[in-house]
């Protein structure tokens, strides 16, 4: 504790009465004065009687000034505090004498921090002088010519500057051990004496990812062998389950606030908040838990996260607006039913998946394992196919590759093509091949198609080139060939049938046997009765001919057998017929009008022969142009209308 000097003791007693009225939260005792909390309703109070206090030419004695900021600036107040608690706050109120509050000079404030101009302060110690009043007080040096030991220094008080600041506007954050540092100084300095306490700013509401992988991964997918496939990155569509957490919110934490040197409060800025339900977009839900709040996913699908809003949705399809190239996606093998693309697919970029839609033009390939491949635009010199669905394209396909084995293929417009497909529609077709079961088309322009039923509206030529049309017709040897070989084993089944019924007969005809068939059915009838002698009798016939009844009902067996097997193979020979008179129904061409070259003919791919939907490309613009033995033509001219029907040949 300080040093006091001996003027500056005193007691609230030595107070003149009504200079200063103790408030009822403080209590003065034996030992000093208490602040009683229960009674200190707020922090303001007490300030309030600091100032009165200080305003009054009075300070504190022996005063704890940490404990006096703390409870004026830390809200320290009776809440929460046991009934009658008390704290130190001073040893008594004393008197501030005019001649003591002239040696403490103003503080200079600026930036937050106040600055003190300590200096050595001296008084004559001359015992006249000191007599007749002329003592001086506070000189900062000694005066020339007189001897050192006439002059005593003037010992300032830790309390009495604290006094002193805050009437000076200094109300918070004085530094005691710079202060007690500079009042032993033996030369002017100027020491910074308080400081503000800037406020601790809050942290913000933020959402905290909970399930690896809800974000896009650009990095080059990973293959088995520390490889990696450079066409594709890791995760491009994230895919979640129902019931996984996405985020968890983390509530904002508010700041501390801080205080400056004048008292004044310096509020934390409120940290900003948020709300998950303005994140919980289609397919997602917040969930309230004892351990948090939590974003969770509602149904099974695809996580989009926009980028404008941060609203989480999960969808059942795909949507992308970004295109697929090279920087944005690499090639795209996706899981999801439904995929829908906005923008383009570029050159040599593929696209694996199901049911696809796509809206902006397509320059890559498309390989889809089912449902439906729809381009609302272009394809220009890639791909499209489709294992198990149909293809449309409402566009124009040109230079392009269209494959639907199982599936139908619609072209608005296609240039330079090659369609394979089960069922082929376009509007208007130029210098395309075409394979299928079923051919449609409005306009053909030099083009080479084959087909079981072909139809065309317009056939015309483009330059050299003519317009030609292969009718498929079945090859039905390999029907006659089953049908023959069917005959052939049926004739031997009913070959061996006649054999074991005519053995049957002879059994049956022998003496005995005979006399036993007839008595047994009379028996089993109940048309006769045996006596006992006869019963005697016909147990000896039975055990005579018991072996050649087991061989009666062994080749009955067999010839049910044969019999059945023999109907199955009736029944497979009609089901041959039927099929060859499928084959051979609804081979047909129709061309309402030709304007231009066209050739018709009719060519039986054998059976031997790979089918013309396997071909490569070059090999397939070759075959449907090739004429030879296989190939019957059936109408050329530049002119006219044609129609064909083909007519199964006689069994």
């Given at each position: 504790m300080p040093n006091y000097p001996e003027s500056a003791v005193g007691n609230l007693a030595d107070l003149e009465e009504g200079q200063v009225a103790l408030s009822r939260f403080i209590v003065q005792r034996d030992t000093g004065l208490f602040v009683n909390l229960s009674r200190l309703e707020s922090a303001s109070d007490?300030?309030?009687f600091v100032n009165r206090v200080f305003a009054t030419d009075l300070y504190f004695r022996a005063l704890d000034y940490p404990r006096l900021i703390s409870l004026c600036y830390d809200d320290a107040t009776s809440r929460g505090r046991p009934a009658g608690e008390e704290f130190f706050l001073a040893a008594d109120i004393t008197a501030f004498r005019p001649e003591r509050q002239a040696l403490y000079k103003a503080l200079r404030i600026e930036g937050g921090e106040a600055a003190y101009l300590f200096e050595p302060l001296y008084r004559a110690s001359d015992p006249e002088q000191t007599l007749s009043g002329g003592a001086e007080m506070g000189h900062a040096a000694p005066v020339p010519g007189r001897q050192k030991s006439s002059?005593?220094?003037?010992?300032?008080?830790?309390?009495?500057?604290?006094?002193?600041?805050?009437?000076?506007?200094?109300?918070?954050?004085?530094?005691?051990?710079?202060?007690?540092?500079?009042?032993?100084?033996?030369?002017?300095?100027?020491?910074?004496?308080?400081?503000?306490r800037p406020y601790v700013p809050g942290k913000d509401a933020e959402i905290i990812e909970q399930t690896p992988g809800l974000r896009r991964n650009n990095a080059p997918r990973r293959l088995l062998g520390d490889r990696v496939d450079l066409r594709q990155?890791?995760?491009?569509?994230?895919?979640?389950?129902?019931?996984?957490?996405?985020?968890?919110?983390?509530?904002?934490?508010?700041?501390?606030?801080?205080?400056?040197?004048?008292?004044?409060?310096?509020?934390?800025?409120l940290p900003k908040d948020l709300d998950l339900e303005c994140l919980a977009g289609p397919g997602t839900r917040v969930s309230r838990e004892a351990d948090g709040e939590y974003l969770v996913v509602s149904s099974s699908g695809f996580l989009n996260i926009d980028r404008d809003t941060n609203q989480f949705s999960v969808v059942d399809k795909i949507v992308s607006h970004e295109g697929v190239s090279v920087r944005t996606t690499g090639d795209l093998w996706l899981t999801g039913e439904v995929y829908e693309q906005h923008g383009e697919i570029q050159e040599k970029r593929i696209v694996q998946c199901r049911s696809i839609t796509a809206y902006a033009d397509v320059f890559g390939r498309i390989v889809s394992t089912g449902g439906t491949v729809c381009l609302k635009r272009n394809l220009v010199g890639g791909s499209a196919s489709n294992e198990d669905g149909d293809i449309i394209i409402q566009g124009t396909a040109s230079g392009a590759t269209l494959i639907a084995h199982q599936g139908s293929i619609d072209v608005k417009r296609a240039d330079n093509c090659v369609i394979i497909g089960r069922r082929v529609v376009v509007g208007q077709a130029r210098n395309c091949d075409i394979v299928a079961d079923e051919v449609s088309l409005d306009i053909s322009e030099a083009c080479a198609m084959a087909g079981k039923t072909i139809r065309v509206r317009i056939a015309r030529a483009r330059r050299e080139l003519d317009s030609v049309l292969l009718v498929l017709v079945p090859d039905l040897s390999s029907y006659e060939v089953q049908i023959t070989a069917l005959h052939k084993k049926r004739a031997a089944l009913e070959k061996s049938i006649a054999g074991h019924r005519a053995r049957i007969e002879a059994l049956r005809g022998e003496n005995d046997v005979a006399k036993y068939l007839l008595l047994a059915g009379k028996l089993r009838n109940h048309e006769l009765t045996l006596s006992p002698e006869q019963q005697v009798g016909w147990r000896r016939l039975a055990a005579l001919v018991a072996p050649v009844v087991r061989t009666l009902v062994q080749l009955g067996e067999v010839v049910n057998e044969l019999l059945a097997e023999s109907n199955a193979l009736s029944e497979q020979v009609k089901a041959v017929i039927d099929a060859r008179e499928e084959s051979c129904s609804g081979v047909m061409c129709a061309v309402e009008k030709v304007e231009g070259e066209t050739r018709v003919s009719a060519v039986m791919v054998r059976l031997a022969d790979p089918p013309l939907s396997a071909l490569p490309g070059k090999d397939l613009k070759v075959r449907l142009r090739r004429t030879d033995a296989t190939t019957k033509l059936l109408f050329a001219g530049v002119g006219g209308h044609f129609e064909w029907s083909y007519r199964t040949p006689p069994k």
């Open positions: 007490l300030i309030d002059e005593t220094r003037i010992e300032l008080d830790i309390d009495e500057f604290i006094a002193a600041a805050w009437t000076k506007g200094v109300c918070f954050g004085i530094d005691l051990a710079a202060v007690d540092e500079g009042m032993q100084l033996d030369k002017p300095e100027w020491r910074v004496v308080a400081r503000s990155f890791e995760t491009r569509y994230p895919q979640v389950a129902g019931g996984v957490r996405l985020v968890k919110k983390t509530p904002r934490t508010p700041g501390v606030d801080g205080c400056a040197i004048t008292g004044q409060p310096l509020p934390a800025p």
